[in-house]
């Protein structure tokens, strides 16, 4: 199943946060953001609005077209994944329960 697009930015932003070594609780600061909703929107749980990724991302000093990109290149593949197990369930999958039959020859008499 294919992530909701609030669940892949919250994990970019996450990531971006984590790799300057900050806190919540700072972040949530500079960009004037409640901490619980900051973590919230972390975690997928909450759909933030351009205004409100646009102080977080202010306050990571990470250009918003950066996080969009990221995300968008993650959902593209988990996307491309998706697809290629599909094709290979369906496709190449054979249940081992399955019997095949195979008759015998009948010949047939003239007469």
Same mark, same amino acid.
């Given at each position: *199943? @294919?992530? !909701?697009? &609030?669940?892949?930015? /919250? +994990?970019?932003? &996450? ?12 972040? $949530? +600061? %500079?960009?004037?953001?409640s901490l619980?909703?900051? $973590?919230?929107?972390?975690?997928? &749980?909450?759909?933030? $609005? $351009?205004e409100l !990724? /646009? ?13 969009? %990109?990221?995300?968008? +290149?993650? *959902?593209?593949?988990?996307?491309? &994944?998706?697809?290629? %197990? ?8 054979? +249940?081992?329960? @399955? ?8 010949? *047939?008499?003239?007469?």
């Amino acid at each position: *199943m @294919t992530s !909701l697009l &609030r669940e892949v930015i /919250g +994990d970019v932003l &996450r990531r971006a946060r984590v790799e300057q070594g900050r806190t919540l609780r700072e972040v $949530s +600061d %500079t960009a004037r953001v409640s901490l619980g909703y900051l $973590s919230e929107v972390e975690r997928g &749980r909450k759909e933030a $609005s $351009s205004e409100l !990724l /646009g102080a977080i991302c202010g306050a990571l000093e990470v250009p918003l077209s950066r996080v969009l %990109t990221e995300a968008g +290149d993650e *959902m593209a593949l988990e996307e491309s &994944r998706v697809a290629l %197990t599909r094709e290979d369930a369906g496709a190449a999958h054979i +249940d081992a329960a @399955t019997k095949v039959v195979i008759p015998h020859e009948v010949t *047939m008499a003239v007469a």
